[in-house]
């Protein structure tokens, strides 16, 4: 196996050792029997795994949250295969280098010789560069696997990632991570056996749970906690009260530029359309908690009150926008239940999407029908010349008629009869449909009398 930046050691002085390397390296599975948590592409007899076993590997893209195996897998590959391996990293390549190497993978085909080359973050690499796979992708020179942990319908050119399958590793599950940290606490080789630490199951399960399913964070967070342990000599011991204060704040995972933050203001929508307070008020927290732009949340809050609630609560919108107030007014951390307030109230208020319909149903008919004139009644005439060409003769004075209600028609005549808002039976709006019906009867049944122009 070789990669395009080997690490040469610097040499050291005599009797001097290299520190250990980090128990999350030190402790990489060696196997594909020992990647925890990816049963469901790496089991006996699945696709992937037997592409592996077979050395019939074809392009890949690898997906999936941090510390889930991907680069781990990607050296497990390297072993496995009889064709010549190149490491790529997208933060320190360039395109020469690609091209460098690109060239040589066509030389190697013709000499009958496979290449892999394993692209690390590959979605940090720009259209150019990943354009400079694409050829010898097409022409088999090369098999592709790229490491990302953002999304690659987004990330990955369409071209590329249209040659590559994409197979999705999952966040591992608690009893996962605890397997993890079992071995590395077992291991007298490679993790911290020798030292024969004690670990209360409490605490285990309280690294398991902070590491939220990444096992690279759980391994270096177990390294921490062994070597904070007060104990002079002997074992150490970690307990959960020592996790804690090691610990202090768990250090939530997000990107407030990728998926996660999609995914989690998706999850707060939906639980207040859903009318769950409860998972509401958790989906706000655990953006705050992990360092996302407030005002993006209330500006979240605001069109909910309209999209969601509309005027089911017209209260909802008032409230939404109280907390954007309270926000700017005192700001961040004195505002986050101002938020959670305006969260809470929108997921227990009734819902409407009847205004949101409406807009949508008014903006088709603006956008894709012929734009029809001003009817003339409608118009105002500040001028001699207008008034002479009719505009505003016809018009009818709401307030000279009874109950303020004239049987005039407002929209252009080819649109006559369409009805954009449709109340629902929920909420206020239960009295907005009432009143609507009661106007659509008066004027049913009243001819139109004479008009005063304004």
Known sequence: MSGLFDEVDAALPDGVTPPPAPLAERMRPRTLDEIEGQEALLAPG??????????????????????????TLARLIADATSAHYVAFSAVLSGIKDIKDVMAQAEQRRRGGRRTIVFVDE??????????????????????????????????????????????????????????????????????????????????????????DGDARKALNLLQLVVAASPQPVGRPKVDLALVQETLQKKTLRYDKNGEEHFNLMSALHKSMR?????????????????????????????????????????????????????????????????????????????????????YGAAAEAATKDAAEPVPLHLRNAPTALMKSLDYGRGYQYAHDQPDAVAAMDCLPERLQGRSFYQPTERGFEKEIKRRLDGWKDIKSRRQPPGSRER
């Open 274 to 358: 859903n009318s769950d307070p409860d998972a509401a008020v958790y989906w706000l927290a655990r953006m705050l908690e992990a360092g996302e732009d407030p005002m993006y949340i209330a500006r979240r809050l605001v069109r909910f009150a309209s999209e969601d609630v509309g005027n089911a609560d017209p209260q909802a919108l008032l409230v939404a926008m109280a907390a954007r107030d309270a926000l700017q007014f005192i700001g961040l951390p004195e505002s986050n239940t101002a938020l959670a307030q305006s969260a809470i109230y929108l997921a227990t208020a009734p819902k409407s999407n009847a205004v949101y319909a409406a």
């Open 46 to 71: 699945r696709p992937l795994r037997e592409a592996i076993r077979r050395d019939a590997l074809q392009s890949v893209i690898l997906w999936g949250p941090p510390g889930t195996g991907k680069t």
């Open 122 to 211: 590959i979605h940090r690499f720009n259209k150019a560069q990943q354009d400079a796979f694409l050829p010898r992708v097409e022409a088999g020179d090369i098999v592709l696997i790229g490491a990302t942990t953002e999304n690659p319908s987004f990330e990955v050119n369409a071209a590329l990632l249209s040659r590559s399958k994409v197979f999705i590793l999952q966040p591992l599950d608690e009893a996962a991570v605890t397997r993890i940290l079992r071995r590395a606490l077992a291991d007298t080789e490679r993790g911290l056996g020798a030292q024969a630490p004690e670990v209360s199951e409490d605490a285990l399960g309280a690294l398991a749970r902070v590491a």
